[in-house]
């Protein structure tokens, strides 16, 4: 059964401690993972796609990497604004774009 | 401004009615999903469309229903097949339902049963 799993389910840092958020993953043919960061009460905002063991993508304090059984999403020097939930979703084989995602983890940066 | 609107923002459901939840988007996109969170979990998918007049089941489609008369406009009724409808409900959309489209989501709409 595809099944994506984050770690930790909350984290809590202070402003300017670098740390890593875990998405692990087992689907048959992984075609693309996905990360999003969701403000309470709002939608998921688009962060990264990664689709193959090795990618790298970075945005401000943000970087995104991917293995073959997990990513992970390392924040340089957070600052408070960072807060929020931050979601993985992975596309297996199929032919079209069906999602499953993760619980998400919960960051809460404090100044 | 581009983007999906959902609406409303808060709404509540008496026990045996049905409830419409609205979705628009003026991104031009093909395709529209609708998403259901609850605490704990990840988003399950409820119903899928790739174009106008067609929908598709997702995970949990039981005691939804979906229409998508227009591009710009995909609307979810919770029936009162749903027992557990307390939830909440996230519309998005992509370009095509393609692989690897990433997804714009809208605010989210609250339903509470009463």
């Known amino acids: 059964e595809d099944q994506v799993t984050q770690s930790p389910e909350a984290l809590r840092l202070q402003e300017g401690e670098s740390s890593s958020l875990n998405c692990s993953y087992t689907?048959?043919?992984?075609?693309?993972l996905f990360w999003y960061r969701q403000d309470p009460g709002k939608g998921p905002e688009f962060l990264f796609t990664?689709?193959?063991a090795g990618e790298e993508k970075e945005k401000e304090r943000l970087k995104a990497t991917l293995t073959k059984k997990e990513s992970f999403l390392h924040i340089t020097a957070p600052k408070p604004e960072d807060s929020a939930t931050y979601l993985c979703?992975?596309?297996?084989?199929?032919?079209?774009?069906?999602?499953?995602f993760g619980t998400g983890t919960l960051l809460a940066v404090q100044p | 401004d581009g983007g999906i609107t959902q609406s409303p923002k808060y709404l509540f459901r008496k026990e045996g009615q049905n409830v419409t939840l609205s979705c628009e988007q003026n991104l031009n996109h093909d395709a529209m999903y609708w998403y259901r969170q609850d605490p704990g979990q990840g988003l399950r998918l409820i119903y899928y469309s790739q174009i106008v007049n067609d929908f598709q089941k997702g995970d949990i489609a039981e005691g939804y229903s979906v229409s998508r008369e227009k591009k710009e406009s995909f609307p979810l009724t919770v029936t009162s097949a749903q027992k557990n409808p307390t939830a909440f409900y996230l519309c998005?959309?992509?370009?095509?339902?393609?692989?690897?489209?990433?997804?714009?989501f809208g605010s989210g709409t609250q339903l509470s049963v009463l």
């Open positions: 990664l689709y193959s």
């Open positions: 689907v048959s043919g992984l075609r693309g």
């Open positions: 979703a992975v596309q297996a084989g199929g032919a079209t774009n069906k999602l499953i």
């Open positions: 998005a959309s992509s370009p095509s339902a393609g692989l690897n489209e990433k997804l714009f």
